[in-house]
């Protein structure tokens, strides 16, 4: 017999991942019953990193497959919520208990609060523990969202490789000679709409071209060469006005150095209102790569593919599982 007949929860449920299926199977485990409030999408605007928000009805339908695939369909009750207090639509039945996370005990507690004033009785809070990723730190959708893990709490970026250099063998060469994402000629670049936030341009030419298009990418990388030919002399020629923020970092041709992975991901920290350059003594031409392991999903990567044209990089969690296996199959330098 279980302890409770009806528990709620309440959440977003962004990006399915492991800490939600561990969440939703303990509620299954204390009670016969289980209301899932599920946000709305107007009630979660001022989320971080909301364009990459998944809609309702798709948040909706994962947790209805975990369920299925569970065999908790038949014991769960969702509803959509707009508010941190339960839906009248919940409210008719016969709940004892609430379970949430540390995150969100205040909103257990208001609720609580309302109830007394209702004359209703206090439901019990069970505060459940969050499921720690491989760095220690909680899955949470709003890390997802950034790029940092992926629903299993794997990071995108290993310790490790921002701790020591890598080079790249041989054997993986091959793979950097066709492009990463969709290749775009010119003239359909020009046609193009980028959201200049959510752009990273990889590249002195893209960068170049970026600029005379009105374009004003969030985070640029240089290295003043095109071809491995010195093309540009300064910052100005590239059309960078001298108010960016600059980092200048080391990284020889060939080499995913650890310098590089770190200045990928502390990129994204920095204010959006202010643009930043990387400029790399050595070779960019792998920089893609970290640069997509860091980036926030819903960002777009635009880097030259010589004598071909635009490579276009859209940010989602498959892009980034493939730079992922690319990234891992690099050899640690002693």
Not at 195 to 219: E, M, N, Q
Not at 276 to 290: Q, T, Y
Request: charged share 30%; aromatic share 12%.
């Amino acid at each position: 017999m279980k302890r409770y007949h009806f528990v709620v929860c309440g959440g977003t449920f962004d990006h399915f991942h492991k800490g939600h299926e561990s969440f939703l199977s303990y509620q299954f485990s204390i009670a016969e019953k289980v209301v899932v409030g599920v946000a709305v999408d107007s009630f979660i605007r001022q989320k971080e990193y909301v364009f990459s928000l998944e809609p309702f009805k798709l948040r909706k339908q994962s947790i209805e497959a975990f369920c299925k695939k569970k065999g908790f369909f038949n014991r769960v009750k969702i509803v959509p919520i707009d508010s941190v207090f339960i839906p009248k639509e919940a409210e008719e039945f016969p709940i004892e208990a609430i379970v949430v996370t540390k995150q969100t005990q205040k909103g257990a507690n208001l609720i609580n609060a309302s109830r007394q004033l209702a004359s209703r009785k206090k439901l019990d809070v069970i505060v459940h523990p969050f499921v720690l990723g491989e760095d220690g730190l909680p899955i949470s959708s709003a890390r997802i969202r950034k790029g940092e893990i992926n629903r299993e709490g794997r990071s995108y970026v290993k310790d490790s490789w921002i701790l020591k250099d890598r080079k790249l063998p041989v054997f993986l060469r091959s793979a950097f000679q066709k492009p990463f994402g969709e290749l775009m000629e010119k003239s359909v670049f020009e046609k193009t709409f980028f959201d200049s936030l959510l752009l990273v341009a990889v590249g002195d030419i893209i960068t170049y071209f970026s600029h005379k298009r009105g374009l004003t990418p969030r985070i640029s990388v240089v290295d003043f060469h095109e071809k491995r030919k010195k093309r540009f002399q300064t910052l100005r020629e590239i059309g960078f006005l001298g108010t960016e923020r600059v980092v200048y970092i080391k990284n020889p041709a060939g080499t995913l150095t650890a310098s590089l992975f770190q200045c990928s991901r502390d990129m994204f920290f920095f204010s959006k209102e202010k643009r930043s350059v990387v400029v790399v003594e050595g070779e960019e031409d792998l920089a893609v790569l970290p640069f997509v392991l860091a980036s926030p999903l819903g960002y777009t990567i635009l880097y030259g593919q010589p004598d071909e044209g635009i490579v276009r990089v859209d940010i989602n969690e498959e892009t980034k599982e493939k730079a992922f296996s690319l990234a891992k199959r690099f050899r640690q330098i002693p």
